[in-house]
């Protein structure tokens, strides 16, 4: 891949992947030169799928493809603040960086998907209530791995108090592993933005609204005095590249969809038409990273027509 230009791969495995299928499938993207493999944190499908043979935890498996892979980035789009309290999940996330030897990335978001909490017994509160247990989240687990060795860290929220803790275990990125936000709000979404991500992602939207969710989350950045640029600008895109008509509508018929919603709301068509519409979306929005949605994870032919005919042109 291009320097400065990623494309990474990410993964549904609630739609219905094994700990095996995924393996496969970051092994095959290590080995043909993607930057990144991410995985979805959700606990129950989507759709008219089975799901079966069942959900796999997000962070279990990315331990797991920590001893597995060696140069592959790995994260969430995005972890469910719902699902685990922030003190825990900063020391699950610094042990599997520890684990990766540094190549580990939290993306993190309030959580939205009511049914799978049902399904598990997860509380699931208000959306204010849940936007604001996950403001606190953000400042706790960014405090906690900010926190220099030796010294102790405290919270005392509305939601969570810390007290005396010794801020253990530490990443091996310092100051921290890479935090991804993403989202639509208009208002607290890029303010927390502003405050706290690295990387501010947008999944599966036009580019329209896209570029102006970026510039409010410039505009938060210019109100607390932070420069725009240090964020990471990236989206998400379902992919269904072919190298013909016939290719393109056998893998949409794969994953259930239509060719032509595809290439209006995906990233679909031939490698040229790939190409183009990547550079439509860097021209109107100055993303550098395009997340990969990958829908059929036996399609490993998929991965490499793109790493062959799409990558080497941007």
Same mark, same amino acid.
């Given at each position: 891949?291009?320097?400065? /230009?990623?494309?990474?791969? /990410?993964?549904?495995? @609630? @739609?219905?992947?094994?700990?095996?299928?995924?393996?496969?499938?970051?092994?095959? !993207?290590? #080995?043909?030169?993607?930057? !990144?493999? /991410?995985?979805?944190?959700?606990?129950?499908?989507?759709?008219?799928?089975?799901g079966e043979p069942g959900p796999t935890d997000a962070w279990v498996t990315l331990a797991g493809l920590a001893r597995e892979t060696s140069r592959l980035r790995l994260g969430t789009l995005m972890t469910a603040g719902t699902f685990r309290l922030p003190g825990p999940l900063a020391i699950a996330v610094a042990q599997v960086d520890q684990m990766s030897g540094g190549r580990i990335e939290l993306g993190l978001g309030s959580g939205w998907y009511e049914e799978e909490h049902t399904a598990y017994g997860i509380p699931f509160p208000s959306l204010k209530e849940r936007f604001d247990r996950y403001a606190e989240q953000l400042e706790i687990i960014t405090g906690l791995w900010a926190t220099p060795p030796g010294e102790h860290f405290r919270f005392d929220g509305e939601h969570y108090q810390l007290a005396d803790s010794p801020a253990l275990p530490k990443p091996v990125q310092r100051p921290r592993p890479p935090v991804l936000i993403g989202g639509l709000g208009k208002k607290r979404t890029p303010e927390l933005a502003a405050r706290y991500a690295d990387e501010f992602?947008?999944?599966?939207?036009?580019?329209?609204?896209?570029? #102006? @969710? /970026?510039?409010?989350?410039?505009? !938060?950045?210019? #109100?607390?005095?932070?420069?725009?640029?240090?964020?990471v600008r990236s989206a998400a895109l379902v992919l269904c590249v072919g190298k013909d008509e016939q290719d393109i509508a056998r893998?949409?018929? !794969?994953?259930?969809?239509?060719?032509?919603?595809?290439?209006?709301?995906?990233? #679909?068509?031939?490698?040229a038409e790939a190409v183009d519409k990547i550079g439509t979306w860097r021209e109107r929005t100055g993303i550098t990273r395009l997340y990969l949605q990958v829908l059929d994870l036996s399609d490993l032919d998929h991965l490499d027509l793109v790493a062959s005919e799409v990558a080497p042109q941007l």
């Open positions: 891949m291009t320097e400065n /230009f990623k494309l990474r791969i /990410f993964t549904e495995p @609630q @739609q219905g992947a094994t700990y095996d299928d995924l393996l496969r499938v970051a092994k095959h !993207a290590e #080995a043909t030169g993607y930057d !990144a493999f /991410f995985r979805s944190d959700h606990y129950l499908k989507m759709g008219s799928v089975t992602n947008l999944p599966f939207i036009d580019v329209d609204t896209a570029a #102006a @969710q /970026f510039e409010r989350v410039g505009e !938060a950045c210019r #109100a607390i005095g932070r420069d725009a640029g240090e964020i893998r949409a018929e !794969a994953i259930g969809r239509d060719v032509e919603e595809l290439r209006l709301n995906g990233l #679909a068509g031939t490698p």
